[in-house]
């Protein structure tokens, strides 16, 4: 089938590809990756009874942190590929074993294993990609790492579209890490252009 050119798809390829819908062989590196991720959730063993989140909760958050920061990494002109992926396996920890304690850091070099494994990654954007999950949960210190400060953005923005969210980091965390978590709301929420909520408030 060929493709219809109009005004807005002149740089669309004259041959139509037909989506993968994640099967296959023919998957992208950050595809491929999600497809990994999605399946060690689905084929997990343990229970919800012995995970700090549910399973679904874990399938939604990283998918959801997934999309925004494919739209923050196009804004912020950043590689899509390595901001998808570093978003999407920021909770690897807790996705492998249930538990938040120490989950960035512990993540990290589960994160490292799954994208060797799944290759097509350059040893530059591996690294890239661990030290994100790696520095994701110091949402109070700033970094001059963009990758890092997307992934952080991307988890306390999917995070605050969920109901009692704020409630939840008033309960579990410190104040003042709770205003920095308003703080970066706010700021993606300005950044997309969306209006101001009153969730997270400082």
């Known amino acids: 089938m060929r493709a219809r050119r109009s005004g807005y798809d002149r740089d669309m390829p004259t041959e139509l590809v037909d989506f993968h819908h994640y099967k296959g062989a023919n998957l992208a590196p950050a595809e491929e990756v999600e497809r990994r991720f999605a399946q060690l959730l689905l084929d997990s063993n343990l229970d919800d009874s012995a995970r700090a989140s549910s399973v679904v909760w874990e399938v939604k958050h990283s998918s959801g942190c997934c999309q925004i920061a494919r739209l923050l990494a196009q804004r912020r002109g950043l590689d899509v590929e390595i901001a998808e992926t570093a978003a999407l396996i920021h909770d690897i920890y807790v996705a492998v074993e249930g538990k938040y304690e120490d989950h960035a850091r512990r993540g990290a070099p589960l994160a490292e294993q799954l994208l060797r494994d799944v290759g097509g990654f350059s040893n530059e954007q591996i690294a890239t990609i661990v030290r994100a999950v ?69």
């Open 134 to 202: 790696a520095e994701h949960s110091r949402k109070d210190v700033a970094s001059d790492d963009p990758y890092v400060e997307l992934v952080k953005d991307a988890d306390v923005f999917d995070c605050s579209l969920y109901r009692k969210s704020e409630d939840y980091y008033r309960i579990h965390k410190p104040a003042e890490v709770v205003t920095e978590y308003a703080r970066r709301v706010k700021a993606v929420r300005y950044e997309l252009g969306l209006p101001e909520l009153p969730t997270f408030r400082p």
